[in-house]
């Protein structure tokens, strides 16, 4: 017979007493010990409450069979005598199952409340997920995030995918009527996209495209007035402004030496025709006596000519005789 602390209430007991004389607990046969730390428990227990180790188990019929042969103790309570062996040994066995049965069921409980309650959670974010993704489609703009939100989120809404399809198309159309406005090449067409869609990503890329088509204009007429006209329709805040003012500068500095040249050339015709008329007037040499011109001699003897004939004087009519 040993001296135990009693495992409910930390009591001295022996331990070979009926129950605790402190907690009125069962004691005798009732209590093991832990192999690995030694402490004092009940035999229901499945673990150590101290180290957590489990305890190892004897069969139930075994225990029953044991308790059944040792040899009953009776004690007297107010002069009534009574025996519990076989009580106390099935009591025993009921609240050994009891708790294992019970625990099973509360994980059980637990483990589907779990899953319930993550594929709760999972359908709430992948709801909220579906949410911010069509809300920054929408306020972006950009089809490739409307086109990945259509990918992404096949179940979602009907309304909000044939909202997102719609803007979709709208922004393809828009891209495509750029397309065909920068191809061309042409003024008034890519003028036309910008003042359809004053807003759009591509209006700034249009604005340049217009202003090289005006720059190329001014530099093919090359004229102070080209560059001028160019300078005024940008307000001087042109991509070319500062090369266009170049030009001005350039072609009046050619034109002024131009002239300059062509009044020097002409100053020094002056300066050259004063310098021949200044000079005095040189004397002529008398002009070498020409010989006097030689006499024909006459014609050897020619026999005259012959005398035109005389013409004979025209007949005149008689007139005529007076008809009766």
Same mark, same amino acid.
């Given at each position: 017979?040993?001296?135990?602390?009693?495992?409910?209430?930390? /009591?001295?007991?022996? *331990? /070979? =007493?009926?129950?605790?004389?402190?907690?009125?607990?069962?004691?005798?046969?009732?209590?093991?010990?832990?192999?690995?730390?030694?402490?004092?428990? +009940?035999?229901?227990?499945?673990?150590?409450?101290?180290?957590?180790?489990?305890?190892? &188990?004897?069969?139930?019929? #075994?225990?029953?069979?044991?308790?059944?042969?040792?040899?009953?103790?009776?004690?007297?309570? /107010?002069? #009534?005598?009574?025996?519990?062996?076989?009580?106390?040994?099935?009591?025993? #066995?009921?609240?050994?199952? /009891?708790?294992?049965?019970?625990?099973?069921?509360?994980?059980? #409980?637990?483990?589907?409340?779990?899953? +319930?309650?993550?594929?709760?959670?999972?359908?709430?974010?992948?709801? &909220?997920?579906?949410?911010?993704?069509?809300?920054?489609?929408?306020?972006?703009?950009?089809?490739?995030?409307?086109? *990945?939100?259509?990918?992404?989120?096949?179940?979602?809404?009907?309304?909000?995918?044939?909202?997102?399809?719609?803007?979709?198309?709208?922004?393809?159309?828009?891209?495509?009527?750029?397309?065909?406005?920068?191809?061309?090449?042409?003024?008034?067409?890519? &003028?036309?996209?910008?003042?359809?869609?004053?807003?759009?990503?591509?209006?700034?890329?249009?604005?340049?495209?217009?202003?090289?088509?005006?720059?190329? !204009?001014?530099?093919?007429?090359? !004229?102070?007035?080209?560059?001028?006209?160019?300078?005024?329709?940008?307000?001087?805040?042109?991509?070319?402004?500062?090369? =266009? !003012? +170049?030009?001005?500068?350039?072609?009046?500095?050619?034109?002024?030496?131009?002239?300059?040249?062509? &009044?020097?050339?002409?100053?020094?015709?002056?300066?050259?025709?004063?310098?021949?008329?200044?000079?005095?007037?040189?004397?002529?040499?008398? =002009?070498?006596?020409?010989?006097?011109?030689?006499?024909?001699?006459?014609?050897?003897?020619?026999?005259?000519?012959?005398?035109?004939?005389?013409?004979?004087?025209?007949?005149?009519?008689?007139?005529?005789?007076?008809?009766?």
């Amino acid at each position: 017979m040993a001296i135990i602390k009693c495992p409910e209430c930390g /009591h001295q007991v022996s *331990d /070979h =007493a009926k129950t605790c004389p402190s907690c009125g607990i069962d004691i005798a046969g009732n209590i093991v010990r832990c192999p690995e730390c030694g402490e004092l428990t +009940f035999a229901f227990n499945d673990v150590c409450p101290n180290c957590q180790e489990v305890l190892p &188990q004897e069969d139930a019929e #075994v225990k029953i069979h044991r308790l059944s042969n040792e040899r009953p103790e009776r004690h007297e309570i /107010h002069g #009534v005598m009574d025996t519990r062996r076989s009580a106390d040994n099935t009591e025993t #066995v009921q609240k050994k199952r /009891h708790p294992v049965a019970i625990a099973f069921v509360v994980a059980l #409980v637990a483990s589907l409340a779990v899953v +319930f309650l993550g594929i709760y959670l999972m359908n709430k974010m992948d709801q &909220q997920n579906e949410t911010d993704a069509y809300e920054r489609a929408i306020i972006s703009g950009e089809p490739l995030i409307l086109q *990945d939100y259509l990918l992404r989120y096949q179940l979602a809404p009907k309304e909000r995918r044939d909202s997102v399809e719609s803007i979709l198309a709208r922004l393809q159309k828009i891209e495509l009527d750029w397309q065909n406005a920068r191809d061309s090449k042409s003024k008034s067409k890519i &003028q036309a996209f910008v003042d359809q869609y004053p807003q759009n990503k591509h209006v700034k890329e249009a604005r340049l495209t217009i202003d090289s088509l005006d720059w190329v !204009t001014a530099t093919e007429k090359n !004229t102070i007035e080209s560059y001028e006209a160019y300078l005024k329709t940008y307000a001087n805040q042109g991509e070319h402004s500062d090369e =266009a !003012t +170049f030009k001005i500068e350039d072609i009046k500095a050619r034109k002024a030496a131009e002239e300059k040249a062509r &009044q020097d050339s002409i100053a020094a015709a002056e300066a050259k025709l004063k310098a021949e008329q200044a000079k005095p007037v040189e004397n002529k040499k008398p =002009a070498e006596n020409k010989k006097p011109a030689e006499t024909k001699k006459p014609a050897d003897n020619k026999k005259p000519a012959a005398p035109a004939p005389a013409k004979k004087p025209a007949e005149t009519k008689k007139p005529e005789a007076k008809k009766k």
